[in-house]
């Protein structure tokens, strides 16, 4: 396991255990943000560590972090959701060699930006964009490309259970011409059932196509899922969570399977 990871349960694990005797908020907020469109602030620190990468079994490590930023639009009900992911910090070995070392720094930024109007009951939608922005440190850890394209989120919640989609496409625009072309298809299913104690079952995949790949290798799809806790460390709501997800298909080269460990601050916007 690497460094990165122990870190990070640590940390979780201590969390928890300060935060584990308080008393819940009338609302759960909690709760309320494993919903993408929900207007709740909120911080996740998401690590994911990737096991078996290249003919070596190399292991890579990225930690992203993810605000999440909810505005109303005025008076109308309309939600501006802004969303952050920020790879900072990003492990890349060199799977060319078993001797190969492994390349540290920030990999490329992402914003996402989804319009989302009044909820009028169970299911609920947005739309926007999402731009991916050159801003790796090393060659290896981005793609040196300015990519846009369209992103959709897609939301139905009960007392039970909440399942969501999230689609996007985006396409590079500007960046290195030496570099190659980017055009890659997202597509992030999610799924919480929600147990007693706060406790709550989730899978959430992450399907990539890269489109600009040779045929047999545009797809990663992974398996999985994981188990997590909603808890408050003292008045703030946190959420922890960790899962596994095996790459069932792959690019020859890439990773076998991900481990998953996520810790969520939580600031409800009233």
Not at 55 to 69: A, E, F, R
Request: proline share 8%; hydrophobic share 45%; with cysteine.
């Amino acid at each position: 396991m690497s460094k990165h990871v122990a870190v990070l349960a640590a940390m979780i694990l201590c969390v928890i255990a300060a935060g584990s005797h308080a008393q819940n908020e009338p609302a759960d907020a909690a709760k309320e943000a494993q919903n993408p469109l929900a207007k709740v602030i909120s911080l996740p620190f998401q690590n994911n560590t990737d096991f078996g990468i290249g003919t070596y079994d190399k292991t890579g490590n990225v930690l992203n972090i993810q605000p999440i930023l909810p505005k109303l639009l005025g008076d109308g009900g309309w939600l501006l959701i802004n969303r952050f992911i920020i790879p900072f910090p990003k492990t890349v070995p060199d799977a060319s060699t078993a001797e190969g070392q492994s390349t540290t720094g920030i990999g490329d930024v992402s914003y996402t930006a989804w319009l989302a109007p009044p909820v009028t009951g169970s299911f609920t939608w947005g739309f926007g964009a999402v731009t991916i922005w050159p801003t790796a440190s090393k060659d290896v850890l981005g793609q040196d490309k300015f990519s846009i394209g369209p992103s959709f989120v897609f939301v139905y919640t009960n007392p039970s259970w909440l399942g969501a989609a999230v689609v996007a496409n985006w396409k590079s625009v500007a960046g290195d011409d030496a570099k190659p072309d980017v055009n890659t298809f997202y597509l992030q299913p999610i799924f919480s059932y929600f147990l007693p104690d706060r406790w709550y079952a989730t899978s959430a995949p992450i399907i990539l196509a890269n489109w600009e790949a040779e045929s047999g290798q545009k797809w990663t799809i992974p398996l999985g899922a994981g188990i997590g806790k909603m808890f408050n460390a003292g008045k703030l709501p946190m959420d922890a969570q960790v899962s596994a997800y095996s790459n069932v298909k792959k690019p020859d080269g890439a990773a076998s399977w991900q481990l998953r460990i996520q810790l969520k601050l939580i600031f409800p916007t009233g």
